[in-house]
């Protein structure tokens, strides 16, 4: 993920807990299970031979053995692993009955459709995730049986014009864009640097070229100290005071000082409140509603296909 300063203040909305969920819908994965990924792709946990009873660990001279390990493990959530492999075999063997397969494309369109439930790149998204221990190579997985299943029910899934409208229509407060303003900033250590860049600056020296060079933020930097639109409550106290009452186009006239450093600030655009209409995001509703349907349609399709299927457990 991009580094660079941090001036956003943490915040949480419904929309964005109702995204995650989503995004997360096909995994149903705790960070328990996250975890258990990692230990089960090194362990076979139910080889429960010698290698199984080997000690692990010794605490005051008492052994704890991979056996109490792995009952740990299964106490914990290893049976909704389990039941997880389970229910991506019965897609995985419907898929090639139908001769249904996947591509690297269907997986990438997958990955890029839930980036977008978390409003980042797949890349910011990747990193998220190997922060859990859940790796690439392991989500990657996860949206294969994905795409196996939305290419299972496609013709159960489809969305009209009628639905997209009904969404709308009945979720205005979603789709109402507060005030927001746009700005650049070049962030610095000291008073007398962010002097002598504004002094460099009323000369006519060019902003976005001295925020590449100078800027201690680097995430805007390369930008040119774009840190696009925001609205209020967004950014820290002083920041956001400055960019919501000066003019666009006006840099500020001395440094604004915050808990980061010294900011110029550039404003350089503003936006009312506004609504947005149905055109720009007629699409992001469609795949909202249709990730919705998928998640309604295929736990019934699991649970159709668990009663028909004949599932055999070694230790039994």
Same mark, same amino acid.
């Given at each position: 993920?991009?580094?660079?300063?941090?001036?956003?203040?943490?915040?949480?909305?419904?929309? /964005?807990? $109702?995204?995650?969920?989503?995004?997360?819908?096909?995994?149903?994965?705790?960070?328990?299970?996250?975890?258990?990924?990692?230990?089960?792709?090194?362990?076979?946990?139910?080889?429960?031979?010698?290698?199984?009873?080997?000690?692990?660990?010794?605490?005051?001279?008492?052994?704890?053995?991979?056996?109490?390990?792995?009952?740990?493990?299964?106490?914990?959530?290893?049976?909704?692993?389990?039941?997880?492999?389970?229910?991506?075999?019965?897609?995985?063997?419907?898929?090639?009955?139908?001769?249904?397969?996947?591509?690297?494309?269907?997986?990438?369109?997958?990955?890029?459709?839930?980036?977008?439930?978390?409003?980042?790149?797949?890349?910011? +998204?990747?990193?998220?995730?190997?922060?859990? /221990?859940?790796?690439?190579?392991?989500? $990657?997985?996860?949206?294969?049986?994905?795409?196996? +299943?939305?290419?299972?029910?496609?013709?159960?899934?489809?969305?009209?014009?009628?639905?997209?409208?009904?969404?709308?229509?009945?979720?205005?407060?979603?789709?109402?864009?507060?005030?927001?303003?746009?700005?650049?900033?070049?962030?610095?250590?000291?008073?007398?640097?962010?002097?002598?860049?504004?002094?460099?600056?009323?000369?006519?020296?060019?902003?976005?070229?001295?925020?590449?060079?100078?800027?201690?933020?680097?995430?805007?930097?390369?930008? /040119?100290?774009?840190?696009?639109?925001?609205?209020?409550?967004?950014?820290?106290?002083?920041?956001?005071?400055?960019?919501?009452?000066?003019?666009? /186009?006006?840099?500020?006239?001395?440094?604004?000082?915050?808990?980061?450093?010294?900011?110029?600030?550039?404003?350089?655009?503003?936006?009312?409140?506004?609504?947005?209409?149905?055109?720009?995001?007629?699409?992001?509703?469609?795949?909202?509603?249709?990730?919705?349907?998928?998640?309604?349609?295929?736990?019934?399709?699991?649970?159709?296909?668990?009663?028909?299927?004949?599932?055999?457990?070694?230790?039994?």
């Amino acid at each position: 993920m991009k580094k660079g300063i941090k001036l956003m203040n943490d915040f949480n909305t419904a929309k /964005g807990i $109702r995204t995650y969920k989503a995004a997360l819908f096909w995994m149903g994965t705790s960070i328990v299970l996250l975890i258990l990924l990692i230990i089960v792709a090194v362990w076979n946990p139910f080889a429960k031979a010698s290698a199984a009873s080997e000690t692990i660990v010794t605490v005051n001279g008492e052994k704890i053995t991979k056996d109490q390990l792995y009952d740990e493990m299964y106490s914990q959530g290893g049976s909704a692993l389990i039941e997880g492999l389970i229910n991506k075999e019965l897609i995985r063997q419907e898929a090639k009955a139908k001769k249904i397969s996947v591509t690297d494309e269907d997986i990438e369109a997958e990955l890029e459709r839930q980036a977008a439930n978390f409003d980042m790149s797949v890349e910011e +998204m990747m990193s998220m995730f190997e922060i859990y /221990g859940f790796s690439s190579e392991r989500l $990657r997985s996860e949206m294969e049986s994905q795409a196996m +299943m939305r290419k299972l029910l496609a013709e159960e899934i489809k969305i009209s014009d009628e639905d997209i409208q009904q969404y709308y229509d009945e979720n205005q407060d979603q789709f109402t864009l507060p005030e927001q303003v746009r700005a650049s900033h070049i962030l610095v250590e000291t008073e007398e640097e962010a002097q002598e860049i504004l002094s460099e600056l009323n000369r006519g020296a060019d902003f976005a070229a001295l925020a590449e060079e100078r800027s201690l933020d680097t995430a805007s930097a390369v930008n /040119g100290g774009d840190l696009d639109y925001f609205p209020r409550g967004r950014m820290v106290e002083e920041f956001e005071e400055a960019a919501f009452t000066m003019d666009i /186009g006006e840099i500020t006239k001395e440094p604004v000082q915050t808990v980061h450093g010294y900011h110029i600030i550039k404003k350089t655009d503003h936006q009312e409140e506004r609504i947005q209409p149905l055109d720009e995001v007629k699409d992001q509703i469609k795949s909202l509603l249709e990730d919705e349907r998928l998640y309604t349609l295929s736990t019934e399709w699991i649970q159709e296909k668990r009663m028909q299927a004949v599932v055999e457990y070694a230790n039994e």
